[in-house]
């Protein structure tokens, strides 16, 4: 485990920087090196799943029924991998906007020193995810051209309650997925390490993004609150929507047409993503970012 040296000014006695400085203080005790935490040498074993099989997208349909087992286990590794190529797509996302936001700001406070260390545990998981995807046996998946090119325009603009309320969401999704498959000794073990150790990185992110969110909304005024609630909803729809890619269906050996169709009117899947969100979609609403065109977005990524 991987302890860090950083440490906040103590010149910072802000409610921000109290805040940052509990994070970086969490960050020294309980950070992880995933170059060696992760087992990367031990071969894959292919008798293993690489996500839950319950969060499969085809779990539950007529077509999970008449796949073998091994073609199960063979999607899971597939979906796994996806949702990992996601989210280096959207910490790539993430960093840049931090990085943003922080710019010019005050080094020496604990909030960008906070930031800064955000960013770096950001990039070990990149690096972390990117290696698991390749080992799982899958192609560098991405998500769909329209996506990335409306990625590039959210991290050049997005600022303030926008950018922390998407990260959020793509960090609270992904995190309540991964606790199910961390504990879940049908996955194979080094994705578990994987996902065990997102998950305690991350919850110092949310942590953040939360009090981020609450901070930039404070005296925020109807109009704002209206537009941004509907840019964080489309963004979410955007980035929940990629997690899957399409082309895993024909890279697990099934026929592509029909796995998509199944998938896309599965209840079981529906069900599990609006379960997940619940208590995201309470701070949505409690920071009043639920409006109505906003929920048009969330209800057709099934996170309400």
Request: charged share 25%; hydrophobic share 45%.
């Amino acid at each position: 485990m991987a302890r860090s040296t950083v440490r906040p000014s103590t010149q910072d006695h802000s409610p921000e920087g109290d805040i940052a400085r509990r994070l970086l203080d969490s960050a020294a005790v309980l950070a992880y090196d995933p170059a060696t935490e992760v087992d990367w040498d031990t071969p894959l074993d292919r008798d293993c799943h690489g996500a839950s099989p319950e969060w499969s997208t085809l779990y539950g349909t007529a077509y999970w029924r008449e796949m073998t087992e091994e073609q199960r286990k063979e999607l899971t590794r597939q979906e796994a991998a996806s949702v990992a190529s996601t989210g280096i797509w959207f910490e790539m996302i993430l960093q840049q906007m931090v990085l943003r936001d922080v710019y010019a700001k005050d080094p020496t406070s604990a909030e960008v020193q906070w930031a800064l260390t955000e960013i770096a545990e950001e990039c070990r998981h990149s690096i972390m995810f990117a290696r698991g995807a390749a080992k799982l046996g899958a192609p560098p998946y991405r998500p769909h051209r329209l996506a990335v090119e409306l990625g590039r325009v959210f991290k050049s603009v997005a600022f303030g309650e926008a950018a922390y309320a998407a990260i959020l969401v793509a960090e609270e999704v992904l995190d309540v997925m991964q606790r199910d498959w961390m504990r879940d000794e049908r996955v194979a073990p080094f994705v578990r390490t994987i996902n065990n150790i997102h998950v305690v990185e991350e919850s110092r992110h949310m942590k953040f993004a939360r009090d981020q969110t609450r901070k930039r909304l404070a005296g925020a005024g109807r109009v704002r609150r209206r537009i941004n609630a509907l840019v964080i909803a489309i963004a979410s729809y955007v980035i929940v929507t990629s997690m899957v890619n399409r082309e895993v269906y024909a890279n697990a050996g099934l026929d592509a047409e029909r796995a998509l169709a199944e998938a896309k009117a599965n209840e079981h899947h529906k069900s599990m993503m609006r379960s997940s969100c619940a208590g995201l979609m309470e701070f949505l609403a409690s920071c009043g970012l639920l409006t109505k065109p906003a929920l048009v977005f969330y209800k057709r990524a099934h996170l309400i």
